[in-house]
């Protein structure tokens, strides 16, 4: 069974959110890309797993733990009552060779942090639980590659050993069918959630005044748009959008945008271009966020992780529909 959800990176956001309202630029354009072959490698490793089934094991997803002062982050863990299995999903492409312990693309260039070294390192940090845990336990992991196009040359059988690609996934899950989640692997599952912690690497910020201000269509990205009694209609691609869902998308905009700057109801008003009156602000303000200080030194944190989860909690609770063209 899942126990964590698989989040888009917060990375990624940060990307999408300034691509709407600012010029990436080639080298943002090329993170933004890499970040969305991750998510598309972690999609085909979830939807694999689905297929073969996993309500006999704890799955965790897209996690960071804290353990012994510094913090990791895991794609994800297997958790069954044989120990704690790691799988480093990485969505490569093209053709790599190792040798000597080195990882090298076609054309010669050599990978800096090889998957390997990065997968011995995870699997390391989660044995030194085991000191506060007042039981031994088995950690062990896999290089899991869920691109068809990978191909890999090495003769080490070490190597081979360690890693799952495209074409077995299907026997590698299978692999667990006879896995159970009795009292060790429970056990497991509370040292594990114990020790997780926010991702603590996230530190991009922009300047407030460096992107462009307003509202933008949901469809197409445009800032041209006609205000209607409750929603938003633009006039590019047709698009009809509730005030409510205009705002929301803003205030996840912000929150990956300027990281700690203080979101008041006066800066949100003017990040939206004055596109909505006061009081629907407002109304939308209270809904969606935590409220910090009284009256006129209130600021606003975003109770969602972005958009989308807002979108989907707060749906029943929505009075106006979206119209997407």
Known sequence: MFITARKLPEELLHYYALQRRSALGAKNHDKLRRLERGVEGERVYDMILNEA?????YIFRDLYLLIEGSVTQYDTLIV???GIIVNEIKNFTGDYQVEASMWTRSGGATLPDDPMSQLR???G???NLQRGAGFKFEVSGKLIFPNESFR???KDDQVWNQVVLRADFKRYFNGFYNEYSGEG??????IIERHIVPNPYFKHRVDFESVRHGLYCGGCGSFQLEKQQFHLLCMTCG???SNETHLVRAMSDFKYLFGDLAMTSRRLMEFTGNAVNVR???RVLNKYCYVKGVYKTSNYIFKYFDFDEAMRKEQQTRKYKDYLS
């Open 152 to 154: 890999l040359f090495t």
């Open 280 to 282: 629907t602000l407002q």
């Open 239 to 241: 698009s009809r959008e």
């Open 125 to 127: 940090k989660l044995m």
């Open 121 to 123: 390192r995870a699997v």
């Open 185 to 190: 692997a429970s056990k497991l599952a509370d």
């Open 80 to 82: 069954s009552e044989s």
């Open 53 to 57: 089934g996993h309500e006999n094991l």
